[in-house]
Nanobody, 124 residues
Framework: QILQVESGGGLVQAGGSLRLSCTAS????????MGWFRQAPGKEREGVAG???????RYADSVKGRFTISKDNAKHTLYLQMNNLKPEDTAVYYC??????????????????WGQGTQVTVSS
């Protein structure tokens, strides 16, 4: 699959909201596990949220209750709604797709295809 982060990144004040969108081309979108990852300067890429083919979701503890992952199979689009943003959420955000059954671990090796990333900056 080819993944493209369409929109949503930018600069926002703490407490604000952003929604990221990622469009995938290819026929396997509905069957794939999808995820959002982020990478801050000097840090490893970390999993933020994931969703599998039947809509089961998984979140990192740091974003539970604030972020919501969803997808629209008809539009081949993955979303990440981010509310109550904090300065520590500042990072480049990537969407990813894969077929692994271990998608719920939200670790990069379990995802095969990656978007180009979009910057999210949260000011205090």
């Amino acid at each position: 699959q080819i993944l493209q982060v369409e929109s949503g990144g930018g600069l926002v004040q703490a407490g604000g909201s952003l929604r990221l969108s990622c469009t995938a081309s290819g026929l396997a979108f509905a069957d794939a596990a999808m995820g959002w990852f982020r990478q801050a300067p000097g840090k490893e890429r970390e999993g933020v949220a994931g969703i599998n083919s039947v809509g089961t979701t998984r979140y990192a503890d740091s974003v539970k209750g604030r972020f919501t992952i969803s997808k629209d199979n008809a539009k081949h689009t993955l979303y990440l709604q981010m509310n109550n943003l904090k300065p520590e959420d500042t990072a480049v955000y990537y969407c990813a797709a894969g077929q692994s059954r271990q998608w719920y671990l939200l670790r990069p090796p379990y995802f095969d295809d990656w978007g180009q990333g979009t910057q999210v900056t949260v000011s205090s």
